[in-house]
């Protein structure tokens, strides 16, 4: 299958410094890419949908300001978490594929997530 | 917000047995979608099943899609220790997650 990578894959900052994570579509351009942060032992929540060339659309309740996403390429999107607190600390995964937002019927491909701690 | 959920959360069974995990929806779907997830990794796909689609094999793994009710099966045959992991749905569009079922199999 298509392989998707992130990077970094973990990553400890400081309270208040934001932190960037990149997400790339190795073998396959991608349409549209998936921002989703994961709690231990739970469910991925999705935070935003990302288009190339497209503004991110945003979940409920997620702050775009907070977290800004950039899809400038079919094959990379960034996720930047602003000033991060600690309460920021997840899992981010990103995932990709190469339909349009909603309608693809495609396989999304996941990235293998960046774990965020925030001291 | 979620748009499926899984149930039962968590499934304990022993290497051999056959282990099934249901998922249910809200809203209308194009397809749905069931993924693994080893503890702390990535999301692995397993199997695609569009609307319009009853059921689906792969494998050791069979999926059913009920779009009546809103809700979908995966049934793992012969399980094995490996298959161990959390196990998810996602509908699309939208590609929104249920809480998953976290399953063990005992060796």
């Known amino acids: 299958g298509a392989v998707v990578s992130q990077h970094p894959s973990w990553v400890i900052c400081k309270s208040g410094t934001s932190v960037k994570i990149e997400c790339r579509s190795l073998d396959f351009q991608a349409t549209t890419m998936f921002w989703y942060r994961q709690f231990p032992k739970q469910s991925l929540m999705l935070m935003a949908t990302?288009?190339?060339?497209?503004?991110?659309?945003?979940e409920q309740g997620v702050e775009k300001d907070k977290f800004l996403i950039n899809h400038a390429s079919l094959t990379l999107s960034t996720l930047t978490v602003t000033s991060a607190h600690p309460e920021d600390s997840s899992f981010y995964i990103c995932s990709a594929t190469w339909g349009s937002s909603g309608r693809s019927g495609n396989e999304q491909f996941f990235g293998p997530g960046t774990r965020l701690t925030v001291l | 917000s979620q748009q499926g959920e899984e149930d039962p959360q968590a499934l304990s069974i022993q290497e051999g047995e056959n282990a099934t995990m249901n998922c249910s929806y809200k809203?209308?779907?194009?397809?749905l979608q069931w993924y693994r997830q080893n503890s702390g990794r990535g999301l692995v796909h397993l199997i695609l099943?569009?609307?319009?689609?009853r059921e689906k094999h792969s494998g050791r793994l069979r999926v059913t899609l009920d779009t009546s009710k809103k809700s979908s099966s995966l049934l793992i045959t012969a399980s094995r220790a490996a298959d161990t992991a959390s196990y998810f749905c996602a509908t699309e569009p939208n590609m929104r997650f249920g809480a998953g079922t976290r399953l063990t199999v005992k060796p």
């Open positions: 099943i569009r609307s319009n689609e």
């Open positions: 809203t209308s779907i194009n397809n």
């Open positions: 990302s288009n190339e060339g497209s503004k991110a659309t945003y």
